[in-house]
């Protein structure tokens, strides 16, 4: 199974918008509504942002939001912070009933 | 506070063997999917394996440990393990428990414990 690709890196100044995209294939992403989105700051877990595609867990800010066309899932944050400066992956569950993850996109805040 | 702590990492030998554990708290175990998922050092994340709620009877392994690595649980004990066999050096990287709130996503993750292999 090949990791989802994810551009490695984006950037943006605080209070933009930014995208984020993870490309799979019609075996994971385009199959399958279970696409989930991570935030891990250097030296620390991986915190679950979005779930099910578009769904965000209890806590997170509501300036992060998900989306799905065909094989590509989207993760956007808007009004860009300093403390979003982080590591981001996608993940998705496959056709064959296990799990692949993004290769990751390092967001700058500038 | 719901909580995951692994423990059992450290440094060993190529072809050697670990059992690393996870502990749960501030919820039941039994009634959760879990998964192991690692990172190597200054990589991404890689899904490694998961173990069905209750009496984790379904089992999936990632490609590249299936039949080196076992999964398991002891819901008495409220914990999570992960046997690894024939260690190699690709298999040096951080490994975190992470339940699964459904299928859509990891939603508790531990702090991860890190493993070593090197001669």
């Known amino acids: ?110 | 506070q719901m909580q995951l702590v692994e423990s059992g990492g450290g440094l060993v030998k190529p072809g050697g063997s670990l059992r690393l554990s996870c502990a749960a708290s501030g919820f039941t175990l039994r009634g959760y999917y879990m998964s192991w998922i690692r990172q190597a050092p200054g990589k991404g994340l890689e899904w490694v394996s998961y173990i069905s709620s209750n009496s984790g009877l379904t089992i999936y392994y990632a490609d590249s440990v299936r039949g080196r690595f076992t999964v398991s649980r002891d819901n008495a004990k409220n914990s999570l393990y992960l046997q690894i066999n024939s260690l190699r050096a690709e298999d040096t990287a951080v490994y975190y428990c992470a339940r699964m709130g459904g299928w859509g996503g990891f939603d508790i993750w531990g702090h991860g414990t890190m493993v070593t292999v090197s001669s």
């Not at chain 1, 779930?51 to 956007?76: E, H, I, Q």
Request: charged fraction near 10%; aromatic fraction near 10%; glycine fraction near 10%.
């Open chain 1, 1 to 110: 199974q090949s990791a989802l690709t994810q551009p490695a890196s984006v950037s943006g100044s605080p209070g933009q918008s930014i995208t984020i995209s993870c490309t799979g294939a019609s075996s994971d992403v385009g199959s399958y509504n279970y696409v989930s989105w991570y935030q891990q700051h250097p030296g620390k877990a991986p915190k679950l942002m979005i779930y099910d595609v578009n769904n965000r867990p209890s806590g997170v800010s509501n300036r992060f939001s998900g989306s799905k066309s065909g094989n590509t899932a989207s993760l956007t944050i808007s009004g860009l912070q300093a403390e979003d400066e982080a590591d981001y992956y996608c993940s998705s569950y496959t056709s064959s009933s296990t799990y692949v993850f993004g290769t990751g996109t390092k967001v700058t805040v500038l």
